[in-house]
């Protein structure tokens, strides 16, 4: 049964959420969907022979996360992902994108475990049962600690556990995923894991960064290979999270400090991936801090892709350093979220107008991550949200001007279906179109969830 959106005591006004008529939204064929992430959501972390992950060591860290919060129980949805599932069906979403916990699925050896994969098959399972297409993120950060005790993505051995892993699942999963994604934000992974500290591992080294970068975008390359041979009906892709950068006046230096910007930010994940080279400018910005790149390994990085992830937050404004670098400006009287970010929705049309003109072999996009944290709270049964349902008009707004300018987006899935272990941020700032008690567990669906799932119905009585 379709969630009923219509809000107790509604006065029939305009929904605030509905895009125009001449929206691409409105074509049955763009995609609309709901994302998450394991460690966020699971919970569990130590049962049915799950092994730990380097965020139960970083949240265990004293310092590392606000609160002391950790992802241990997080939204116990390993318990309940069926109904977790019911929801996200009600609420009319036409697809989901999960990841799946490395260190729940495999054992220090590299041996199937058995019981975690059963989890995935059981929840993919339904989530087919239900119509809902199925993207599948095989690492979203969760790196079991055992691997990162011999070196992590610095230790190029880890490349070949990744390969083995993506193997395993492919296996185990063909034909009930209707796209992979190898990697989430490997920026993340090697900015904040390994180049300042921000994220687990918690090392900062910028030499660390881009080896690590080197190696997560290598595992890419042969984890690509193994899906594509496992399961070739599904689609194989990447995420990337990108990020406007803006200069802080029309100053040379300035408008090179927003190119560099972009550079660290964009061009360091999608030169290897689309043109099979890094920038040259990163290692102005970073001198001395190439990594070892071996004979073959671009090429491998380089495999087509079938559709690439794009992620969307905010965007940064920067001057020079007065060297070789760059520095944010925040800006005065701008719309910011919880998490202190500037809402601009413009950044996201302009990075993807950019990226189609660039890379000449860009391939399909699907937004994989929008949206934005805001301090939700219960009342009288209720959640309003109103500044989190205009954001996602308003950036829902910036994808169908990219369309109209010639850019091939197939879908967008926003952040998040439910509120959740926000990393290193923990359990303060709310992401979900769905509200989480994480005393009781208790699911409150939001004001912009019930118009998002109005708006879908809509669409599908639509002729």
Known sequence: ??????????????????????????????????ATASYQIEGAVDEDGRLPSIWDTFSATPGKVLAGDTGAVACDHYHRWESDIELLSGLNFEAY??????????????????????????????????????????????????????????????????????????????????????????????????????????????????????????AHGHATQALRANDPSSMKGIVANVGRGTANSASEADQHAAHLFEVQHNAWILD??????????????????????????????????????INYYFRTNVKSDGAHGFVEVPLPDVERTQMGWEVYPDGL?????????????????????????????????RVEDPQRIAFLRRHLAAVDQAVKQGVDVRGYFVWSLLDNFEWAFGYERRFGVVHVDYDTQQRTVKHSGELIAKFIEARSKRS
């Open 97 to 218: 994108r999960l990841s799946v916990a490395w260190p729940r699925v495999m054992d220090e050896a590299g041996r199937p475990n058995r019981k975690g994969l059963d989890f995935y098959k059981r929840l993919v399972g339904r989530l087919k049962d239900k119509g809902l297409q199925t993207f599948v993120t095989l690492y979203h950060w969760d790196l079991p600690q055992h691997l990162e005790d011999r070196g992590g993505w610095l230790n190029r051995e880890t490349v070949y556990r990744f390969a083995d892993y993506a193997d395993l699942m492919s296996r185990e999963l063909s034909g009930y995923v209707d796209a992979w994604m190898t990697l989430n934000e490997p920026w993340c992974s090697a900015f904040l894991g390994y180049g300042n500290g921000h994220h687990a591992p918690g090392l900062a080294n910028v030499r660390y960064a881009t080896q690590a970068m080197h190696h997560l975008l290598l």
């Open 1 to 34: 049964m379709a969630y009923d959106a219509v809000a107790p005591g509604s006065t029939g006004q305009s929904d605030p959420f509905t895009p125009s008529v001449d929206s691409v939204l409105w074509r049955k064929d763009f995609l609309l969907g709901a």
């Open 349 to 381: 049309r302009d990075l993807l107008t950019g990226f189609d003109r660039k890379y000449p072999n860009l391939p399909p996009i699907y937004i994989t991550e929008n949206g934005m944290a805001s301090d939700d709270q219960v009342h009288d049964g």
């Open 272 to 309: 290897p991936l689309l043109k099979g080279e890094y920038p040259q400018d990163l290692w102005t910005l970073w001198p001395g801090a190439e990594p070892l790149v071996l004979g073959g390994d671009l090429q491998t990085i380089a495999v087509p892709l079938d559709f690439l992830g």
